[in-house]
């Protein structure tokens, strides 16, 4: 769409968050630019969406020139598209020098570039796919941290929230995603020991499993909806005193 900047480089606990704002005193009245790096997903256009109709600029990341295209065609100024795949460190430095130049810099930084696997047992899972859901998971948002942060840290408070998968299932089969997941919070525990006292780093985890929106949910588009906007409204509700937790979206009870 006209005006869409484009940049082509190649054990958690559910609980009510607090009513302030995550990087500010008031989600309310507080507008922020939140980088989402990954709105390729359905649910992550959903959410970024949703967040653009509560008046917050995106600045959302995909990892084809296939989805971004299409993107494109709805999303206007000041939002912004950007082709980066995550799992690799060379695009997120590109694309972070590129949003440096030219603005404006997040004070709410998303990581939700999560791959899953179908239920397997961890004997099971195939060498490629258990390295490419801890590349993305787990290396991926590394490798955000890498270059993001920096850029964030001049311009205080700020926000990292960085998503796992799912809260694993009872009866296991999700090997790759649970050890990612695990890996994510140990990742974030250690961010919450090196940012400054006005950055609020949280781990979130996208619902038990079998509540996230899967991308072919045969809802459609109305369960999307109804699962961003309480994914969104609570995301904005998260504040300094949720700093360091483990989250999880609340379950819609949309199925």
Known sequence: ASGVTNYDSGTTATRPAASTGGPTTSAAATKHTVLITDVGSDWGRALAER????????????????????????????????????ADDQQVSHWSRHLHSSGPIPDVLLNTAVHSHSPTPIWKI???TFSE?????????????????PLMLPHPPGMIVNFRAHKPQSDGKTGAS????????????????????KFTCVTLALGRNGE????????????????????????????????????????????
């Open 51 to 86: 967040l653009m109709a509560l008046g917050h600029t995106i600045l959302g990341g995909v990892a084809t020139q296939e989805r971004a295209a299409e993107l494109r065609q709805s999303w206007d100024s000041p939002h912004r598209i950007d082709v980066c795949n995550v």
């Open 133 to 149: 859901v801890l590349q993305t998971n787990l290396v991926g948002t590394a490798n955000v941290l890498r270059h993001f942060v």
């Open 178 to 197: 649970s050890a990612s997941g695990w890996g994510i919070e140990g990742l974030t525990r250690v961010l919450v020991e090196e940012v400054p006292p």
């Open 212 to 255: 996230t929106p899967p991308d072919d949910s045969p809802a459609g588009n109305s369960h999307l909806e109804e699962w961003a906007a309480v994914a969104a409204d609570f995301i904005l509700k998260i504040s300094r005193s949720d700093h360091g937790e483990s989250l999880t979206i609340p379950h819609t009870g949309a199925s």
């Open 126 to 128: 195939p060498q490629d």
